[in-house]
């Protein structure tokens, strides 16, 4: 079972990245994948969602408008494409897979999700 963040590094702000997620060796396409970030000296938070079949996508207030997550099952590949980048936005961002398949909500909670990838850096700055 792996999942594997990649697409991290420097920006400046206002621009963009995309970041990764390939998933290995475990169920994929039943299940929700979120993005989480943690920035040094504070917890872990939500960033957004997206559902099993990518129809329904959930984001935390701060990345509105900002970001996007897409899917595609075939590849096990989950996609969160970050715009308008803020320094406060620097922070190891993370994917992970909803525990539940075919869950109804969108689960922002860390202990909904099982399985973890490694993270990746993200660093906004000029």
């Known amino acids: 079972v792996q999942l594997q963040a990649s697409g991290g590094g420097l920006v400046q702000p206002g621009g963009s990245l995309r970041l990764s997620c390939a998933a290995s060796?475990?169920?994929?396409?039943?299940?929700?994948m979120g993005w989480f970030r943690q920035a040094p000296g504070r917890e872990r938070e939500f960033v957004g969602g997206i559902n099993w079949n990518g129809g329904r996508t959930n984001y935390a207030d701060p990345v509105k408008g900002r970001f996007s997550i897409s899917r595609d099952n075939a590849q096990r590949t989950v996609y969160l494409q970050m715009n308008s980048l803020k320094p406060e936005d620097t922070a190891v961002y993370y994917c992970a897979r909803d525990r539940v398949v075919y869950r109804a909500v969108i689960a922002t909670a860390p202990d909904a999700y099982d399985y973890w990838g490694q993270g990746t850096q993200v660093t906004v700055s000029s």
């Open positions: 060796g475990t169920i994929f396409s039943s299940n929700t």
